[in-house]
């Protein structure tokens, strides 16, 4: 059973960076498609980022340049870098870990972003 578990979200200011993390437990990370989504209130659930098991990344328009996913499939462990952060990035972000019809999520991480 896979598990996924994010950490690194808090209050910032407009202008300021964070890293998220999500943890993978469980066989196999490697083979998998990782995203990070987001959600804020009254709104639905958007694709921010995701990589491909081979590497391969793509962006929302909203924050193609200011953020960046990673993954090292040593240790299980799937990243956010957000830069530049904006009032509107204000949002529970979830990780995604999906192959062929399966699909996984963690609890999120709340990012508020505000003066």
């Known amino acids: 059973q896979v598990q996924l578990v994010e950490s690194g979200g808090g209050l910032v200011q407009p202008g300021d960076s964070l890293r998220l993390s999500c943890v993978f437990s469980?066989?196999?990370?490697?083979?998998?498609?990782m995203g990070w989504y987001r959600q804020a209130p009254g709104k639905q659930r958007e694709l921010v980022a995701a990589?491909?098991?081979?590497?391969?990344?793509n962006y929302a328009d909203s924050v193609s340049g200011r953020f960046t996913i990673s993954r090292d499939n040593a240790k299980n462990t799937v990243y956010l870098r957000m830069h530049s952060l904006k009032p509107e990035d204000t949002a529970a972000y979830y990780c995604?870990?999906?192959?062929?019809?399966?699909?996984?999520w963690g609890q999120g991480t709340q990012v508020t972003v505000s003066s």
């Open positions: 469980g066989l196999a990370f490697s083979i998998y498609d």
């Open positions: 990589i491909s098991s081979g590497g391969s990344t």
């Open positions: 995604n870990a999906g192959r062929l019809r399966i699909t996984y």
